[in-house]
C-alpha cells in the first residue's frame, strides 16, 4: 500500500551509459515531479507533469527525459551518464485541485556513476 | 519569484533540550509554509503546514511552528527533543491558491546527542 514507489533504490553504473528510473504513485494524483538531491542535501525540482502534462522543467540537461505514460506513472530516462550526475532522485506527487500544495515523496533512487 | 533561507546548516542539541529551526522566505504574494522532515535513507515526510487562519501550527510528533508575516519568517521550535528527531529538516514556501510550484531550502540537520 506505498503512496509512492521507486524502482530501482540503488543503481550504480558507468559513465556514458542511459539508465532510467521508475515511479509510480497510488494517491489518484494528477501531478508528479523529480527532484534531484546532492551530497549536501540540496533539493531542486527537475521537472513536474500535470495530467501527463509537463508544466515545470528548470534548465536540466536535455540529457534528462522524463516521461509520464498516464497520471501515476513519471519515469526519468537519462542519457550518457556523468559523473556530476550521481544524486539521490526523488519522485513526488500532488493533487493541483487541493489548495494545499502539499506534496507526498517516495523512498529515492541512490544513483551513483562510477 | 519567491525563496526560502534557512541559515544553521547543523543543529547539535542535547536529548530533552529545547530547539529552533530557522527558516525565513521572500514572496511578494501570499504563500503557504512547509517544514518537511527526511530521516536517514528516506524521502521527506510533511512534517507540519500553514496555509491559512492560526498562526501557531503543530505536528503529532509535538513539533511546533508559527508564522510570522512581518518578519517573514517560519521558525520550527520543539519543547524537548528525542533521539528519534534527529534528521534532516526542510522549510518549503508555495504561492498560495490551486497549482504552484515548491521551492525548498537547503535544510537543517537536527544532530540530538545522547
Known amino acids: 500500500d506505498t503512496a509512492v514507489s521507486q524502482t530501482p533504490k540503488y543503481l550504480v553504473t558507468q559513465m556514458g551509459n542511459d539508465k532510467s528510473i521508475k515511479c509510480e504513485q497510488n494517491?489518484?494524483?494528477?501531478?508528479m515531479y523529480w527532484y534531484k538531491q546532492d551530497s549536501k542535501k540540496f533539493l531542486k525540482i527537475m521537472f513536474s507533469?500535470?495530467?501527463?502534462?509537463?508544466?515545470i522543467n528548470e534548465t536540466v540537461p536535455n540529457r534528462f527525459s522524463p516521461k509520464s505514460p498516464d497520471k501515476a506513472h513519471l519515469n526519468l530516462h537519462i542519457n550518457s551518464l556523468e559523473l556530476g550526475d550521481s544524486a539521490v532522485y526523488f519522485c513526488?506527487?500532488?493533487?493541483?485541485?487541493?489548495?494545499?500544495?502539499?506534496?507526498?515523496f517516495g523512498p529515492g533512487t541512490r544513483l551513483t556513476v562510477l | 519569484a519567491q525563496s526560502v533561507t534557512q541559515l544553521d546548516s547543523q543543529v547539535p542539541v542535547f536529548e530533552e533540550a529545547p530547539v529552533e529551526l530557522r527558516c525565513n522566505y521572500s514572496?511578494?504574494?501570499?504563500?503557504?509554509l512547509f517544514w518537511y522532515v527526511q530521516y536517514p535513507n528516506q524521502g521527506l515526510q510533511l512534517l507540519l503546514k500553514?496555509?491559512?487562519?492560526?498562526?501557531l501550527v503543530e505536528s503529532i510528533n509535538g513539533f511546533e511552528a508559527e508564522f510570522n508575516k512581518s518578519q517573514t519568517s517560519f521558525h520550527l521550535r520543539k519543547p524537548s527533543v528525542h533521539i528519534s528527531d534527529t534528521a534532516e529538516y526542510f522549510c518549503?514556501?508555495?504561492?498560495?491558491?490551486?497549482?504552484?510550484?515548491?521551492?525548498f531550502g537547503t535544510g537543517t540537520k537536527l544532530q540530538v546527542i545522547p
Open positions: 513526488a506527487s500532488s493533487q493541483a485541485g487541493q489548495s494545499n500544495n502539499e506534496q507526498f
Open positions: 494517491l489518484g494524483h494528477d501531478t
Open positions: 507533469y500535470n495530467n501527463k502534462e509537463l508544466i
Open positions: 514572496s511578494s504574494v501570499s504563500v503557504y
Open positions: 500553514y496555509l491559512s487562519g492560526s498562526t
Open positions: 518549503a514556501v508555495s504561492r498560495s491558491g490551486g497549482y504552484q510550484k515548491v521551492t
